[in-house]
């Protein structure tokens, strides 16, 4: 550069695996976004997809996150349609914007919980590291930042009005209790 030349603008985006992820001050940070960069988040579920998921699949995804794996489906895959539940609600405005960032318009967000059955709204403990946010409230309290109640669906109606052919699980082994 001679001096002349304007310093090019950094990217709003972090690439992974083809994909545009927004950055975020507070969940695309550190270890995470090193992941992304390198193409490793989420590595053994992106591969274990890669190799059972097909063009025009129906996706139930269980724990959406940020957004990530319904929008690679979506765009690397080409399924038909993702119905992602993610019961953190602080997560779902950043979830809409990796879609958006990618053109993704075939994913339903539902921000509740995918539980044995329907029921009353549950609390949901929201901690500053997003990753540790759960149902549990008495583990790490003091990085709880806020409660929210959030709602119950059941499985089974949710199978017979989604009709998905695949199942995507990361939400930390509780599907051992929804699907017995």
């Known amino acids: ?24 001050p507070e969940l695309t940070t550190g270890r995470i976004r090193g992941a992304l960069r390198e193409g490793t988040y989420e590595r053994k579920e992106c591969d274990a997809v890669a190799k059972v998921v097909r063009e025009g699949d129906t996706v139930l995804e269980l724990g959406g996150g940020i957004g990530y794996m319904s929008t690679l489906l979506s765009v690397k895959k ?14 779902i405005p950043y979830i809409h914007s990796v879609h958006a960032a990618n053109e993704v318009t075939n994913v339903e967000v539902r921000n509740a919980l995918l539980a044995p059955r329907a029921g009353k709204p549950v609390p949901f403990y929201i901690r500053k590291n997003f990753l540790g946010s759960s149902m549990d409230g008495e583990i790490d309290k003091q990085a709880i930042i806020d409660t929210v109640q959030i709602d119950k669906h059941g499985i089974s109606p949710t ?9 995507v699980c990361d939400i930390e082994g509780a ?3 929804l699907l017995p």
Do not use: C, F, W
């Open 175 to 177: 599907e051992a209790n």
């Open 1 to 24: 550069m001679d001096g002349s030349e304007a310093p090019q603008p950094r990217s709003p985006y972090i690439r992974s695996r083809g994909l545009r992820i927004p950055k975020h």
């Open 78 to 91: 080409k399924v038909a349609r993702v119905v992602t539940y993610e019961a953190n609600p602080t997560l």
């Open 159 to 167: 199978l017979k009005e989604v009709q998905p052919n695949v199942l």
